[in-house]
């Protein structure tokens, strides 16, 4: 049977789950990039009122998920499943965000590629049968991770070049069976590529690979072009693994020139020196929750593919003299069901 | 719609999958316990001939991986999707054992409760249509995990009678459309509950009220009672928590007698020096895919619920003062469809 799989990676969904309601709460130096006004909240205090920065990005995540809950007029214990993971390990912030919530948890771990790991999944547990509704949760937080995977920042160390931006900021997109639109037609799930960078510093090249593997899957699987795309969004490859994914792309004699990346997007790159743009599972939650998802409500946009990367390092297999495995997500994004 | 959901939080699958392969690796001391001859394989190092307790882990799981493909008669690359998590930061070990798997990965975290998580969207996957198979993998080991929860091995400190002894293991379970059974019929996602249990060496206690929650909560969806399973298995809850989940049974004047916990069945509590019992993802992994899916094949059992349970610790939660929050998962396996 598996009637809802196409090819290799993708499945088309027989009723694609519509987006019922999506919210995104940014940092302040999010606040003070491009999509400024786009959000539905900025977080001023990197603390958010409390004592440490993990608890802040615990309370960007139930700030999130409750504005989402509230647009479509209940709260989050409603929702049928809450698909959530973060970067800070044992998943802390999703685990304590949620204690509250009242609804079945299933904790998830992508590294950036979480917002569509989640979204994929809550989408495949609606469309099944599973749940009416089911919310996809996720948030990064700059301080709390610097400090996890790289140094403290008292240390003050030099940024390289090649380095991202961690974003601080927690996105939600809750998907139902029955609503207007914007619909998710198709996920395709990632299979782990790993190239051999092993540079911390560099984690666009170690996950442009893999973003490579699941968008030439995804064309493959539904025999589509780029060029059928209005929109096609990586999740957060910045300036060098971005260069590196379209060098791959014409390498292969594939022609994409409608793309962008949430690394890109999120930051003013020279004016707010982040190097190579921004990075972190909150970076693709942030722009997927609020301009990806404003401009498909809106129209100006109507059908696109949303990339969560992943670079699945860790300063232990670093430690140990590991390469970084990366691994891609995909979500097509249709305002019709087609 | 969300036809397959029954009460709150509990799915009864249209077409339950099929248990179609397993396979369980474990450590030195796992093979010295009560259930040394149900496993596939001992591994006597520790190292498993790697140069670190992460890699040895690495090398378990693909192991576990490798068997039960093979039982199938193909290899990693032929599932749909490959459901994976394990106790070590970032899954570190999960992300390098699959780096060649060749299938899309989708990474859980649930701490201890990640086998039933995995298993249980495995399920779901191939129920839904998305996938005609779908493998379930996790482990753990008591070096890796110690050294990164609670105290380098080498200082040699006192555990306390409380503490639970983390099981050196993988265990894999692959489920498909069509099989000759055991049956995956029901699907029950925890919510998360907090008892304010603060004692990172009393994960029993965290975890039991999050085991009762989830009970519960199946047993009224499928308007059930305990006397209807031949047998109920908790995961890791320990001697400990196991006592606390039966007292919480005995308050609420619930009848329960068939249930045993993998944290009991794995070791000789008092012949091994384990404290409480085994903990760890690879607990309920090796003990579900070793003695509980052999008595389902035999007919010794043929309807039993198995519940993962996760105790949410983070040793930087621990050290920011919070409590640990649990997390239970149950599946329902039965010989018979219904």
Redesign the interface.
């Given at each position: 049977?598996?009637?809802?799989?196409i090819g290799g990676?993708t499945?088309r969904f027989?009723?694609p789950p519509s987006v019922l309601a999506y919210a995104a709460v940014a940092g302040k130096k999010e606040g003070e990039g491009p999509l400024s006004d786009q959000f539905d909240l900025v977080i001023e205090d990197a603390y958010y009122g409390e004592?440490?920065w993990?608890?802040a990005e615990v309370r960007m995540q139930q700030e999130a998920l409750t504005r989402a809950a509230e647009k479509m007029g209940c709260v989050p214990s409603n929702f049928?499943?809450i698909f959530a993971?973060d970067l800070?390990?044992?998943?802390?912030v999703s685990?304590?965000a949620?204690?509250d919530?009242?609804?079945?948890?299933?904790?998830?771990?992508?590294?950036c590629s979480t917002m569509v790991?989640a979204l994929g999944?809550a989408s495949?547990?609606?469309?099944?049968?599973?749940?009416?509704c089911a919310a996809a949760l996720t948030s990064s937080h700059f301080a709390s991770s610097e400090r996890q995977f790289r140094m403290p920042l008292e240390y003050g160390n030099q940024r390289t070049p090649t380095a991202q931006w961690t974003v601080t900021g927690s996105g939600v997109c809750v998907v139902g069976?029955n609503g207007p639109g914007p619909y998710i037609t198709h996920f395709?799930?990632?299979?782990?590529v790993?190239m051999g960078v092993t540079d911390a510093a560099n984690m666009g090249a170690a996950m442009a690979p893999s973003a490579f593997e699941t968008l030439t899957a995804f064309f493959m699987d539904t025999q589509t072009a780029p060029s059928d795309y209005d929109l096609i969004v990586t999740g957060d490859l910045g300036r060098v693994g971005f260069d590196l994914l379209l060098e791959l792309f014409k390498q292969h004699n594939v022609q994409i020139t409608n793309v962008n990346d949430c690394g890109l997007m999120i930051f003013d790159l020279q004016g707010q020196d982040v190097h190579a743009g921004g990075s972190g599972c909150g970076c693709s939650a942030l722009v997927l929750n609020s301009k990806l998802l404003n401009e498909m409500k809106a129209g100006t946009l109507n059908k696109i593919l949303v990339l969560g990367t992943g670079a699945?390092?860790?300063?232990?297999?670093t430690q140990?003299g590991?390469s970084i495995?990366g691994?891609s997500?995909l979500i097509c994004i249709s305002n019709t069901k087609g």
């Open positions: 049977m598996a009637h809802k799989r990676q499945v027989e009723n004592k440490t993990e608890k049928g499943y993971g800070i390990n044992q998943c802390l685990s304590f949620l204690r919530a009242g609804a079945p948890v299933l904790g998830l771990y992508g590294a790991e999944l495949l547990s609606v469309d099944g049968g599973f749940a009416e069976e395709t799930a990632g299979k782990i790993d699945l390092l860790s300063p232990v297999s140990q590991e495995p691994v997500h």
